[in-house]
């Protein structure tokens, strides 16, 4: 069993910055591919960003979040990164990380590719 665990949500005004973090139990978080998705009340749920296993060389984000988000990994540590800069109201949503670990990663952008998801941490686009 793989769990997973966000942190760092908050509210921030608009043009700030966040990091999130998601610490990923197991010896093998290097093995699996991870991603984030987001979902605003009301809203399906969003892909934002994601990242390959190992050493992250391949790293991927909708049109909505590129050159402001950058997904990132800390395999000595069993860490995803999210660092969210020039943030928007409409960035405001439930964030959480998702883990693929069956080793069949074809479509990164999609939900169903992740088996482990955590519980969310709460970002909050105001003045």
């Known amino acids: 069993q793989v769990q997973l665990i966000e942190s760092g949500g908050g509210l921030v005004q608009p043009g700030g910055s966040l990091r999130l973090s998601c610490a990923v139990s197991g010896n093998t978080f290097s093995d699996y591919a991870m991603a984030w998705f987001r979902q605003a009340p009301g809203e399906e749920r969003e892909f934002v960003a994601a990242?390959?296993?190992?050493?992250?060389?391949?790293?991927y984000y909708p049109d909505s979040v590129r050159g402001r988000f950058a997904i990132s990994r800390d395999n000595t540590k069993n860490t995803l990164i999210l660092e969210m800069s020039r943030l928007k109201s409409e960035d405001t949503a439930a964030y959480y990380c998702?883990?693929?670990?069956?080793?069949?990663?074809?479509?990164?952008?999609?939900?169903?590719?992740?088996?482990?998801w955590g519980q969310g941490t709460q970002v909050t686009v105001s003045s």
């Open positions: 998702a883990a693929n670990t069956r080793g069949v990663w074809l479509h990164p952008t999609r939900a169903t590719e992740y088996d482990y």
């Open positions: 990242i390959s296993w190992r050493a992250g060389s391949s790293t």
